[in-house]
């Protein structure tokens, strides 16, 4: 295992040297951190694509579309600190493809939803919420009906693992545990209930360009590809 940490260490910078020589100008201008952790630089496009690559396991697998997830919420909030405001829509629309991959992974493979993503996602949607407070009502809306699919996508697993009262139980605890970190004026669920609303037809601009890393695990499908 240490030998395969030490070759992606050295393919890591061997990747970072090339992209500098190779376009040094577009490397100069971007800050040195958004090379290493903006969803859209090419370094991070090729580590996406090593991590999926070797994530051989449903387990491993599920890590991977949870870590590229996690990047770009916390690109999208850096954006809004930052006031550049133009990308978040496009950035939640991609979290939401990664998380509904992951969501079609864990029902292909038939396994049970792990409580990481439960309590990520719970974390994740306060997050979204400070994300939205000085967004326009549009763009809210548009990144509301991203929450609306990442929330049910994990209560629809919940509720498919079994018809036993405990997992219809987890299903219920997981909605108010959501409902308790979203701000009172999020449509997202119906008026005291734990059914997620329908969301509208709205696509986020820039929606199209899917994150690095999001198309390579297909919805309902379990593997990865390269």
Same mark, same amino acid.
Do not use: C, W
């Given at each position: 295992?240490?030998?395969?940490?030490?070759?992606?260490?050295?393919?890591?910078?061997?990747?970072?040297?090339?992209?500098?020589?190779?376009?040094?100008?577009?490397?100069?201008?971007?800050?040195?951190?958004?090379?290493?952790?903006?969803?859209?630089?090419?370094?991070?496009?090729?580590?996406?694509? $090593?991590?999926?690559?070797? &994530?051989?396991?449903?387990?491993?697998?599920?890590?991977?579309?949870?870590?590229? &997830?996690?990047?770009?919420? &916390?690109?999208?909030?850096?954006?809004?600190? &930052?006031?550049?405001?133009?990308?978040?829509?496009?950035?939640?629309?991609?979290?939401?493809?990664?998380?509904?991959?992951?969501?079609?992974?864990?029902?292909?493979?038939?396994?049970?939803?792990?409580?990481?993503?439960?309590?990520?996602?719970?974390?994740?949607?306060?997050?979204?919420?400070?994300?939205?407070?000085?967004?326009?009502?549009?763009?809210?809306? $548009?990144?509301?009906?991203?929450?609306?699919?990442? $929330?049910?996508?994990?209560?629809?697993?919940?509720?498919?693992?079994?018809?036993?009262?405990?997992?219809?139980?987890?299903?219920?605890?997981?909605?108010?545990?959501?409902?308790?970190?979203?701000?009172?004026?999020?449509?997202?669920?119906?008026?005291?209930?734990?059914?997620?609303?329908?969301?509208?037809?709205?696509?986020?601009?820039?929606?199209?360009?899917?994150?690095?890393?999001?198309?390579?695990?297909?919805?309902?499908?379990?593997?990865?590809?390269?």
């Amino acid at each position: 295992m240490s030998k395969f940490y030490r070759f992606l260490t050295f393919l890591t910078f061997f990747l970072v040297l090339f992209a500098f020589l190779s376009f040094p100008s577009q490397a100069h201008a971007a800050p040195l951190n958004d090379i290493f952790t903006s969803p859209d630089s090419f370094i991070v496009k090729i580590q996406e694509r $090593i991590e999926s690559f070797f &994530a051989f396991t449903t387990d491993r697998k599920i890590i991977v579309l949870e870590k590229q &997830a996690e990047r770009r919420l &916390a690109q999208a909030e850096s954006l809004v600190k &930052a006031k550049d405001i133009g990308k978040v829509s496009s950035l939640i629309k991609s979290y939401e493809t990664l998380k509904e991959n992951q969501g079609n992974l864990i029902k292909e493979a038939s396994t049970t939803v792990p409580a990481e993503v439960k309590e990520h996602t719970v974390q994740q949607q306060a997050r979204i919420e400070n994300i939205k407070k000085d967004l326009s009502k549009e763009t809210k809306e $548009i990144i509301e009906n991203s929450q609306r699919t990442v $929330i049910k996508t994990v209560i629809d697993n919940l509720q498919d693992e079994s018809g036993t009262t405990e997992i219809e139980n987890e299903a219920s605890e997981f909605a108010e545990e959501v409902k308790n970190v979203l701000d009172p004026g999020s449509n997202i669920f119906a008026p005291g209930t734990n059914e997620v609303t329908p969301g509208t037809l709205n696509v986020a601009p820039g929606a199209s360009e899917v994150a690095p890393g999001g198309n390579d695990i297909q919805p309902g499908k379990t593997d990865i590809v390269p």
